[in-house]
């Protein structure tokens, strides 16, 4: 079955680039998706790209794709404490029936 | 646009008894889909609704169910609560999306359900 890996843990200083990294096994995968949770929230939809895309830039946030790898990374420029939260990488395969499958999270620490 | 609101946010039961949760998709959405977060297992899939049709099913007990009405809102019940029940239960709404990916899914706060 289809499997999402995250590293679980990120702590990067303010004004730091962070990069998030994640790998997925299933080659069928159409998007994947980067969410944001911070505590005692829901998911927060940051950016998504498409499988025959190779990066997409979206103001603070680049996205990275490795399609012959299967790695996805998320880099948020110039870190701020309030980008600390755990993020999500998802993936889905056109008509799926909407069903995301999600990596554990990672949590990302800012610290001043 | 509003975005997905579920109700109630915080739920307390014991073992044995049943839960209904709603959740009130995104204005024009017609696909809800609901997930199970807990510390241990993350984020699983429960199932999908599209036009009050369930078109996927994850891999839970029977005594999980759902269903969608005509104006796309939806319920998801849990019948003989267990304590692994204790979880986060997160609605997502899509379809259609924006235009180049209709099924990208914007989720609810959720509802945060504490099992004793």
């Known amino acids: 079955g289809e499997d999402v890996e995250q590293s679980l843990f990120l702590s990067v200083r303010e004004g730091d680039s962070s990069v998030i990294n994640c790998t997925y096994t299933?080659?069928?995968?159409?998007?994947l998706y980067w969410y944001k949770q911070e505590p005692g929230a829901g998911l927060q939809l940051l950016t998504y790209?498409?499988?025959?895309?190779d990066m997409k830039q979206d103001q603070r946030l680049t996205v990275l794709l490795n399609k012959k790898d299967k790695h996805l990374s998320l880099r948020i420029a110039d870190t701020q404490t309030g980008d600390s939260a755990i993020y999500f990488c998802?993936?889905?395969?056109?008509?799926?029936?909407?069903?995301?499958?999600f990596g554990k999270g990672t949590m990302l620490l800012v610290s001043p | 646009k509003a975005g997905v609101t579920q109700t109630p946010r915080y739920l307390i039961k014991t073992r044995g008894q049943q839960v209904t949760l709603s959740c009130s998709p995104i204005?024009?959405?017609?696909?809800v889909s609901w997930y199970q977060q807990t510390p241990g297992q993350g984020l699983q899939f429960l199932f999908e609704?599209?036009?009050?049709?369930?078109?996927n099913k994850g891999n839970f007990p029977g005594r999980f169910s759902g269903r969608q009405f005509s104006n796309s809102r939806s319920e998801m019940n849990v019948s003989t609560l267990e304590l692994g029940d204790s979880a986060l239960y997160l609605c997502?709404?899509?379809?259609?999306?924006?235009?180049?990916?209709?099924?990208?899914?914007?989720f609810g706060p959720g509802t945060r359900l504490l099992v004793l």
């Open positions: 997502a709404s899509s379809w259609p999306g924006v235009a180049e990916n209709q099924e990208t899914q914007y």
């Open positions: 998802a993936e889905t395969t056109f008509g799926g029936y909407s069903t995301l499958t």
């Open positions: 299933d080659s069928s995968s159409t998007y």
């Open positions: 204005s024009g959405h017609r696909s």
């Open positions: 790209i498409f499988s025959n895309m």
């Open positions: 609704y599209f036009s009050e049709t369930q078109r």
